[in-house]
């Protein structure tokens, strides 16, 4: 028994340190592995009890301010610790991977906007500021660099004009992006963390597969009661009418795009294509395609026809 609890004891430290490095890595070159940060609490959180999972994550978050800052621990914890948390008490919980989901989404998005209007308020840092400022910045050189080209004044001023519209957009659908990345990063820590414990020999049945990603069958209806509620707020002059709307046919697009990938990944699964290939796929349809696009009209029409047969008889 000794040796057992001195060996917990050596595993806690050690995984906490790597992690603590991984961090300071993803802070000063890999931006994106800041976002897995939650995944080796998790587990310990699952093997050794929720306390360890918090305690280890609190002093990690402070040595990386103490190496940092004070400012970029707190907003770590902060952002990171009550998704943590949540996917530790579903996965301990044995919840459908759909609930973990919902869960562990709606808590990041809470985290996530409590740390920008923290950074607003106390730091006086504006997400909004700082993209409006990069987009300026952008739009500036994008403006200089067609004046080389030739173009007419009128020319130039319907380009410009266009590249304004973009901006003002971007900035509009704020909300519904977070959202969306709050739902990536939710997926992305608990398939880890799943499978890391699978690995250890933790007997984890619901494991979120995304081949089997589907929408609801009155997911049109609902779709169709938001539209109409945005259509509203025009008629009647309401504020932020266009900002509601844009925002919704963010999240709609974005829903159908995943239901059309996940579509494409299960039919590389039936062709018995391995892990990396069904990734680079992804990838590739990801980056190359708008959310506007083919796969889009894929996820569509998947509600209709059920290509890959997943609904239940009535």
Same mark, same amino acid.
């Given at each position: 028994?000794?040796?057992?609890?001195?060996?917990?004891?050596?595993?806690?430290?050690?995984?906490?340190?790597? %992690?603590?490095?991984i961090?300071?890595?993803?802070?000063?070159?890999?931006?994106?592995?800041?976002?897995?940060?939650?995944?080796?609490?998790?587990?310990?959180?699952?093997?050794?009890?929720?306390?360890?999972?918090?305690?280890?994550?609190?002093?990690?978050?402070?040595?990386?301010?103490?190496?940092?800052d004070?400012v970029?621990?707190?907003?770590?914890?902060? %952002?990171?610790?009550?998704?943590?948390?949540?996917?530790?008490?579903?996965i301990?919980?044995?919840?459908?991977s759909?609930?973990?989901?919902?869960?562990?989404?709606?808590?990041?998005?809470?985290?996530?906007?409590?740390?920008?209007?923290?950074?607003?308020?106390?730091?006086?840092?504006?997400?909004?500021?700082?993209?409006?400022?990069?987009y300026?910045?952008?739009?500036?050189?994008?403006?200089?660099?067609?004046k080389?080209?030739g173009? %007419?004044?009128?020319?130039?001023l319907?380009?410009?004009?266009?590249?304004? %519209?973009?901006l003002?957009?971007?900035?509009?659908?704020?909300?519904?992006?977070?959202?969306?990345?709050s739902?990536?990063?939710?997926?992305?820590?608990?398939?880890?963390?799943?499978?890391?414990?699978?690995?250890?020999?933790?007997?984890?049945?619901?494991?979120?597969?995304?081949?089997?990603?589907?929408?609801?069958?009155?997911?049109?209806?609902?779709?169709?009661?938001?539209?109409?509620?945005?259509?509203?707020?025009k008629?009647?002059?309401?504020?932020?009418?266009?900002?509601?709307?844009?925002?919704?046919?963010?999240?709609?697009?974005?829903?159908?795009?995943?239901?059309?990938?996940?579509?494409?990944?299960?039919?590389?699964?039936?062709?018995?294509?391995?892990?990396?290939?069904?990734?680079?796929?992804?990838?590739?349809?990801?980056?190359?395609?708008?959310?506007?696009?083919?796969?889009?009209?894929?996820?569509?029409?998947d509600?209709?026809f059920?290509?890959?047969?997943?609904?239940?008889?009535?």
């Open positions: 028994m000794e040796d057992n609890k001195k060996k917990k004891i050596i595993e806690i430290i050690l995984i906490t340190t790597i %992690s603590t490095f961090m300071l890595l993803g802070i000063y070159y890999l931006p994106l592995m800041i976002f897995l940060f939650p995944v080796p609490f998790i587990v310990l959180g699952v093997k050794y009890g929720m306390g360890v999972n918090i305690v280890c994550m609190i002093i990690s978050t402070i040595a990386i301010g103490l190496l940092t004070n970029s621990g707190i907003f770590m914890l902060l %952002s990171f610790l009550p998704a943590s948390i949540a996917l530790n008490y579903t301990k919980g044995r919840k459908t759909l609930e973990t989901m919902v869960i562990s989404t709606l808590v990041l998005i809470v985290s996530f906007f409590i740390v920008l209007s923290i950074m607003r308020d106390i730091a006086g840092v504006s997400i909004v500021a700082q993209l409006e400022e990069f300026t910045e952008f739009l500036n050189a994008q403006i200089e660099l067609l080389e080209t173009l %007419s004044n009128y020319e130039l319907k380009v410009t004009d266009f590249l304004e %519209s973009k003002g957009e971007t900035l509009l659908i704020i909300p519904s992006i977070i959202m969306i990345f739902l990536i990063t939710a997926y992305l820590n608990y398939l880890l963390s799943v499978l890391i414990l699978r690995k250890l020999g933790y007997g984890i049945v619901c494991i979120p597969k995304f081949s089997r990603f589907s929408l609801p069958n009155n997911i049109l209806l609902g779709i169709g009661i938001m539209f109409l509620g945005a259509f509203l707020l008629v009647f002059k309401l504020s932020y009418y266009k900002t509601i709307f844009l925002n919704i046919t963010t999240i709609v697009s974005f829903v159908f795009f995943l239901q059309g990938l996940a579509i494409i990944d299960y039919r590389l699964i039936k062709k018995n294509r391995n892990w990396f290939l069904r990734v680079l796929a992804i990838l590739f349809f990801t980056m190359i395609l708008p959310l506007g696009g083919f796969i889009t009209i894929l996820g569509v029409l509600v209709f059920d290509f890959r047969k997943l609904r239940r008889p009535i």
